[in-house]
T-cell receptor, first 109, second 119 residues
Framework: AQRVTQPEKLLSVFKGAPVELKCNYS??????LFWYVQYSRQRLQLLLR??SRESIKGFTADLNKGETSFHLKKPFAQEEDSAMYYC???????????FGQGTRLTINP | DTGVSQNPRHKITKRGQNVTFRCDPI?????LYWYRQTLGQGPEFLTY????????KSRLLSDRFSAERPKGSFSTLEIQRTEQGDSAMYLC?????????????????FGPGTRLTVT
């Protein structure tokens, strides 16, 4: 079964502090993992994908197949990072996305 | 704005009525997806099209739900005999043909959603 778990519904950190949003997945195969973000009053948009190994807006995420995790990290949080973050997976070649419940990140000044 | 558009943005209907939503994808995108999102949850996959062909349907898509994409462009999602449990945000997304995305991964571009309230 395909499943994505984001254990924290809410996460609050101070500006300048490190941020880590947790994501664990269950998938029998080689999934593709993504982080999507939804800022206030905006549509859902892709933040980053594991296959690209890129850093977007200072965020990075490493796929750990042994721990089946894809945690999102940023060393120094900024107020504009406040948003809803969703971890998602799809099977290779498959196209539907399976989303986690989401984590609402709040950056306090 | 050349992004995915959805209409209407909000719909309030009485239980038992039929509703229809429309999604216009980004013009060069051949894949179109429907998701449903209830309060406090992430989006859940409903169905997707490649051009005009409906290739996969979720078990969430009961007999009361039907989706079409008649000419491979816009899509409609109809819910018949609405129930209060149908109240949700209905999201549409589209993606490019395979092989045209970076790293071969099809990024899905989401619309703003249609919020349905069934009273």
């Amino acid at each position: 079964a395909q499943r994505v778990t984001q254990p924290e519904k809410l996460l609050s950190v101070f500006k300048g502090a490190p941020v880590e949003l947790k994501c664990n997945y269950s998938y029998s195969g080689s999934p593709e993992l993504f982080w999507y973000v939804q800022y206030s009053r905006q549509r859902l948009q892709l933040l980053l994908r594991h296959i690209s190994r890129e850093s977007i807006k200072g965020f990075t995420a490493d796929l750990n197949k042994g721990e089946t995790s894809f945690h999102l990290k940023k060393p120094f949080a900024q107020e504009e990072d406040s948003a809803m973050y969703y971890c998602a997976l799809s099977g290779r070649g498959a196209q539907k996305l399976v989303f986690g419940q989401g984590t609402r990140l709040t950056i306090n000044p | 704005d050349t992004g995915v558009s959805q209409n209407p943005r909000h719909k309030i209907t009485k239980r038992g009525q039929n509703v229809t939503f429309r999604c216009d994808p980004i013009s060069e995108h051949n894949r179109l997806y429907w998701y449903r999102q209830t309060l406090g949850q992430g989006p859940e996959f409903l169905t997707y099209f490649q051009n005009e062909a409906q290739l996969e349907k979720s078990r969430l898509l009961s007999d009361r739900f039907s989706a079409e994409r008649p000419k491979g462009s816009f899509s409609t999602l109809e819910i018949q005999r609405t129930e209060q449990g149908d109240s949700a945000m209905y999201l549409c997304a589209s993606s490019r043909p395979f092989g045209t995305d970076r790293n071969g991964v099809r990024e899905q571009y989401f619309g703003p959603g249609t919020r349905l309230t069934v009273t």
